[in-house]
């Protein structure tokens, strides 16, 4: 271990991953720009879903865009590797607090992002090739501890192999849910697209998925098979952007999964750069080594430990919670769960007092549709919204209102069915960690993880 | 999900040949693959289908094509005769008003608004783009607004305002409600100075329903049945998504909340309202429309041929290809929403004619009707919708 804190490994890889991560991240918040989206989802809803105990995340109005400005920059400024560690660190505040503001936009690849971002804040991987470097000769080396690049490649791994070990299920495994309903959608491509109407291509796509999630982390890490590892994550993601509205997550995790590959390939793309910048060799090949202080070196090596254990208890918080997950998606956040459940629902509210007023709310005057589309089938969103509700209605001259939710979902293709018990006064129930007694039970059974 | 299956897959994690397991992996991947994309050429050669699976029928084009032609095309035609026979008798009632162009008016307005239920479904494409249900269809009639348009003919006919000012609402109104007995209806248009103008509203409604229809039927007829045929995926812009948005949006607004739910105060926070019913001056006739319409729906979830009465590819035949069923059961999907829609035929069919009456006298058999198609929209709604991996995106506003 102490041997291992010290050695030290080329700083080429680490210094394309932070050029190609930050390009692409403002490459993201462009794109999310010109959609449109950014009126779209964080200033025209009137009501937003904060995580719990992360209330204090506030939507900014107007100033939505000067937030998004901030974060494009730093993206920007990580590239470059230009005020590297007050940039890496603006970015993850500004990602992460336009990830927090709702629920509603929550996605496993934001969360990826984020948690980047924070491990970047950490890592020097501005100490070759970077602007900073370029600036200030005493910054720069070629080579960092080993470590660094490590936990990048570590985490990629648990990205990977979490979301394999989540598709270790019998709707998943045995009934190529939701594949089965997801594939024949796309049955119209042309040549090969009639084969997506063919149950097996489901369930081939399925255990293909899975064992693809599960082994890659290897494959990638072991250099025989590496370039067959890689061009099956490009077939593999360039299949799911094929498929899927998944934006720029395939794109993402083909830049990368280029980590994994030797000093002497990122090398040469340096090189390659370097050359058109016409830097000097000192530039390109500093001959030095990126030291910490040992004590800081020690520090950063545990809180990284305390980071990844934390990876790694988190996706099984679910085993705290009674009741099939996949249904009341207690634990289901932050555990790489990609993809896994075809879920949609309608859940209706009556408001009513005990002076008799009664009215059945019309969800779209509170909520958009995305919104109102994700909390129809999530049930901390619905005790949320049930208490937007409440508080409007006690404005309105409802005297302690009570909030019923008439709901009904179905999941992978099984008959909808009510996800909230229809008697309880959502009004007075609370959000907690502890379990919800109020989500109907699952009625059938999903084995695995 | 226990803990002890977690512990064995760490453990399994730690096992030392994991890495040569994988390596063999990959070969077999490798072999696999090849074999894949053998399968994939000879599939591509033109072999059958593997026998039990119903590919024909997850066909979107076939499925379009079938709608296109053996139902929306023809539906429109089958209302374009019984209109055309409404236009001439509404010319020669506004020509020379007296009880026979009135009877003969009535009775064609009357099938020409039977007819209309088995096309208002067909939301999309020209109808939608046309709003041709605004224009044809918002009741109650607004009287007064009617009698503005009526005192000046200049009046704008497409503003929303105007919407409940004309179609077959207003039409009732017009030879059913202006007066309590024919020889008055009959006087309304022709001993009062404001005869000409009424007779010529009576001209203007029916005129520019003509044009509406004429530019519906030509534009699918022209170019846009090609394109609704081509149009086979099922993101937003899709016609498959489009049509399976409009068709549940009809049956839930127009067919439960606009036919049984307003009227009868199941919803609208339980206001009874049975002047709100479809064909209010000719109340013995707004079941009749009721059931035509839930007809039509049914009709075209099993894809019935218009012309022929068979059924062909349909809503009902893809949800069934695909595989979509209630597991503990093995009833598919597509057999309960048909058993839902005879559900509510069944409480439509225990009802007297009168809408109106009923509501008054006998509500809850009513909201007896809009519960069971409301279990019907759920259905439709949500378990179709996904398991067509279909989102809808059109709005429900239940509540105004």
Sequence with gaps: MQRYLHTTTSAAPLAVFRILFGLLLLGGIVRFWSYGWIYELYIRPKYFFPFYGLEFVKPLGEFTYILFAVCGLSALLVALGLFYRLAAATLFLSFTYIELIDKTTYLNHYYFISMMCLMLIFLPAHVYFSVDAYRNPKLRADQVPAWCLDVVKLFVGFLYFFAGLAKLNSDWLLQAQPLRIWLPAHNDLPVAGFLLNYTWVAYLFSWFGCLYDLSIPFLLWNRSTRPWAYAAVVVFHGLTALLFPIGMFPYVMIMTALIFFSAGFHQRIINFLGRMLRLRGDQLLPRRIYRMHPALNYVLAGVFVVFFATQLVLPFRYLLYPGELFWTEQGYRFSWRVMLIEKAGHTEFTVRDQAGKKVIVNNSEFLTPLQEKMMATQPDMILQYAHILRDYYTQQGFDRPQVFADSYVTLNGRLGRPLIDPEVNLANETETFSPKSWITPFNDEIKGF | ?400
């Excluded at chain 2, 075209?300 to 022929?308: A, E």
């Design chain 2, 1 to 400: 999900m226990e803990q002890s299956a977690l512990h064995e897959v760490l453990c399994f994690c730690l096992l030392k040949d994991l890495f040569n397991m994988l390596r063999q992996l990959v070969k077999n991947t490798t072999y696999f693959c090849v074999m894949l994309a053998i399968i994939w050429a000879c599939g591509n050669g033109g072999e059958e289908p593997t026998p039990g699976t119903d590919t024909d029928n997850m066909d979107r084009k076939a499925m379009l094509t079938h709608m296109a032609d053996n139902i929306i095309i023809p539906s429109y035609d089958n209302f374009r005769v019984k209109f055309d026979v409404m236009k001439s008798a509404s010319d020669a009632f506004a020509a020379t008003p007296n009880q026979t162009t009135l009877t003969a008016f009535r009775k064609a307005w009357e099938e020409a608004y039977i007819e209309w239920q088995k096309v208002e479904l067909f939301d999309i494409g020209p109808g939608e783009v046309h709003t041709m249900r605004y224009y044809f269809n918002i009741y109650p009639a607004d009287v007064q607004g009617i009698a503005t348009n009526i005192a000046n003919p200049a009046s704008d006919l497409e503003l929303p305002t105007s919407f409940a000012r004309q179609g077959f609402p207003a039409l009732d109104y017009l030879i059913n409600g202006v007066g309590a007995t024919d020889a008055e209806i009959v006087d309304y248009y022709t001993t009062t100075p404001e005869a000409a103008a009424r007779r010529a509203y009576i001209k203007r409604v029916t005129d520019r329903m003509n044009s509406l229809l004429t530019m519906v039927i030509n534009e699918w007829k022209g170019s846009y049945r090609d394109s609704f045929i081509s149009k086979t995926g099922l993101d937003i812009s899709s016609s498959t998504s489009n049509l399976v948005n409009s068709y549940v949006m009809h049956f839930e607004r127009y067919v439960r909340s606009g036919k049984f739910g307003i009227p009868s105060g199941a919803m609208l926070n339980g206001v009874v309202a049975p002047e709100k019913v479809e064909a209010f001056y000719k109340k013995d006739l707004s079941l009749t429309l009721a059931k035509t319409a839930h007809q039509a729906v049914v009709d075209f979830f099993n894809g019935k041929n218009v012309k022929t009465g068979e059924t062909g590819p349909s809503f009902s035949s893809y949800l069934t290809a695909l595989g979509a069923k209630d597991s503990s059961t093995g009833k598919t999907l597509a057999e309960l929403i048909n058993a839902q829609f005879a559900a509510s035929k069944a409480k439509m069919d225990a009802l007297q004619p009168n809408l109106y009456n009923e509501i008054k006298t006998n509500n809850q058999a009513v909201k007896d009707v809009y519960t069971e198609m409301q279990k019907a929209v759920r259905m439709l709604k949500v378990d179709m919708a996904s398991a067509m991996s279909i989102t809808i995106t059109y709005v429900d506003n239940d509540g105004d």
